[in-house]
Nanobody
């Protein structure tokens, strides 16, 4: 399976962007998919995940109410709508398969064996 993030850009504080994670090799609805971000000099952290076969989503507190994760079964993508952006949202954003429970909940933690992070997509927010 391969996941490729796209859609980043440069915006002013308060702006919005639509990020897309294109999944190939497997149906995205069959497992949990998460968005992560890594700011300069900081560790990569999870911001949102979805297990849309089970209609389950989860958000980090820092983005709750501003970011919306969704799945597009026709396009086999997992999208992240980011709104009311703040300078502290500046980071490279990645998508990856995440740990999930047997009853359809996802966690903001990548699969232990996942290493194909790719280049991600850069979001830059200016004040």
């Amino acid at each position: 399976v391969q996941l490729q993030a796209s859609g980043g850009g440069s915006v002013q504080a308060g702006g919005s962007l639509s990020l897309s994670c294109t999944v190939s090799g497997r149906r995205a609805s069959e497992y949990g998919v998460g968005w992560f971000r890594q700011a300069p000099g900081k560790e990569r952290k999870g911001v949102a995940c979805i297990y849309y076969r089970h209609d389950y989503t989860y958000y980090a507190e820092s983005v709750k109410g501003r970011f919306t994760i969704s799945g597009d079964n026709a396009k086999n993508t997992v999208n992240l709508q980011v709104t009311d952006l703040k300078p502290e949202d500046t980071a490279v954003y990645f998508c990856a398969p995440v740990r999930s429970t047997g009853w359809g909940e996802c966690h903001l933690s990548p699969l232990r064996e996942w290493s194909s992070w790719g280049q991600g997509t850069l979001v830059t927010v200016s004040s």
